[in-house]
Nanobody
Framework: QVQLVESGGGLVQPGGSLRLSCAAS????????MGWYRQGPGKQRELVAT???????NYADSVKGRFTISRDNAKNTVSLQMNSLKPEDTAVYYC??????????????WGQGTLVTVSS
């Protein structure tokens, strides 16, 4: 019913920047919280940043001051600007949205993930 497509991942040097984008499509009536999660090698998936429909943002302590989440409600997209990247930021990044479908179903939808590698 709803699909998410992430883009923008790749290889970047420590201290560099990268921007991730996520586009939602399908049977969308309304989007609530949109966010980013990541899973590094040998680690559990963790929250990176979220952005509610009310305008509130939340960041993991490890990325505060370096990452910025934004959303474009008209385009059903959410982005993550990542600055001052560190090797420990290396992970597969997943977009996640809370959505109400056109048939009024409440769903939590995950993207397929995009790989970010921070290395010199």
């Amino acid at each position: 019913q709803v699909q998410l497509v992430e883009s923008g991942g790749g290889l970047v040097q420590p201290g560099g920047s990268l921007r991730l984008s996520c586009a939602a499509s399908g049977s969308i009536f309304n989007l609530y919280t949109m966010g980013w999660y990541r899973q590094g090698p040998g680690k559990q998936r963790e929250l990176v940043a979220t952005f509610t429909s009310g305008g509130s943002t939340n960041y993991a302590d490890s990325v505060k001051g370096r990452f910025t989440i934004s959303r474009d409600n008209a385009k059903n997209t959410v982005s993550l600007q990542m600055n001052s990247l560190k090797p420990e930021d290396t992970a597969v990044y997943y977009c996640k949205v809370d959505v109400v479908t056109t048939t009024l179903r409440n769903l939590e939808v995950w993207g397929q993930g995009t790989l970010v590698t921070v290395s010199s």
